[in-house]
């Protein structure tokens, strides 16, 4: 029964990211090696409320992952199967294994669902190439191979210098071409859906919108509705784009290109700052002169002028 407890914690690390390493590993019912628990205070099992519970900075280890809370407990039927039906850490939940580590408050995993939730504060989680947080909670479901970031979620890919954030990330993972050491698939991300205040940036611009969608291959975004490219000072405005967070590569259009477009179309609109100006900010703000520097010709100030007299 303990085997299966750590087996269902476990998983709890590989959330969001996949970070498909151990949930490769630690989901493989062939893995027979020992689990270690401990607890400072107690290690209670109720037969008449069928659940265990392990209290007092709790500890659970199976070879190099390990997971940590306050309080552990599992929930299991009745029967000498005891099939386990509903797993939850609390208080200070931390997983960890060699290159990966979860962080939350409360972890549920519903066994009938497949599907493991963080909640919390400090919603994070930590990955050689992403960091994931959010605000409200961070979901796997593992049949799906589906991640859910709800509230302020924000993905960070620290190598590539990119970020995706919205009110809602929903990440799609596939298996990579890169093996485990054991020889097993790795996950990689296919792509995630933002949904709510999206924005994505790059090393050389950054671009927002209602919603869109963010490719991992090959670094390209979608984004929908009130779209704004922001790139060296220069703004775009339009009802569509798809740029290359990579490459700083942009296109704007009035709305999805092969789509019927209905109701009242924005028109696409941009400023451009030229060069001598961009180079005017830099220096106001090394200087640490504060207000913006919007170019006007003669002839608009004069217009200007005259309208305001």
């Not at 933002?194 to 950054?206: D, Q, Y």
Request: glycine share 8%; with cysteine; aromatic share 6%.
């Amino acid at each position: 029964m303990y085997s299966k407890l750590f087996c269902l914690l476990v998983l709890l690390a590989s959330t969001q990211a996949c970070y498909g390493q151990i949930l490769n590993q630690l989901s493989d019912s062939k893995d027979e090696s020992p689990i270690i628990i401990e607890a400072e205070d107690s290690v209670v099992c109720d037969e008449t409320a069928h659940k265990c519970v392990a209290t007092g900075l709790a500890k659970a280890q199976k070879g190099t992952s390990i997971v940590y809370g306050d309080v552990l407990t599992v929930y299991f039927t009745e029967g000498k199967e005891r099939d386990i039906t509903v797993l939850t850490a609390d208080g200070h939940v931390r997983m960890e294994t060699p290159t990966e580590k979860a962080y939350g408050d409360h972890a549920h995993y519903d066994v009938a669902l497949d599907r493991i939730r963080l909640t919390g504060g400090n919603l994070k989680i930590v990955t050689p190439k992403e960091v994931l947080t959010a605000r409200d909670s961070i979901e796997y479901w593992h049949t799906k191979n589906q991640g859910i970031a709800r509230g302020n979620a924000v993905a960070q890919f620290p190598e590539k210098q990119e970020i995706v954030s919205a009110d809602t990330l929903v990440a799609y993972f596939i298996p990579s071409s890169e093996k485990t050491e054991e020889g097993k698939e790795k996950l990689q991300i296919d792509r995630v859906e933002a949904e709510g205040n999206m924005l994505a940036s790059g090393p050389k611009g950054a671009i927002t919108g209602d919603r869109g969608v963010y490719f991992g291959k090959t670094d390209m975004v979608e984004v929908f509705n009130n779209v704004k490219v922001s790139q060296g000072g220069n703004i775009i405005e339009g009802g569509y784009a798809r740029a290359n967070l990579k490459t700083n590569l942009a296109e704007m259009f009035a709305y999805p290109p092969h789509t019927t477009p209905s109701g009242n179309l924005k028109r696409i609109s941009g400023i451009i700052i030229p060069k001598s100006v961009k180079g005017m900010k830099e220096k106001n703000a090394e200087k640490g002169i504060d207000g913006q520097i919007i170019p006007t010709s003669a002839t608009s100030k004069k217009k200007i002028s005259s309208s305001q007299s």
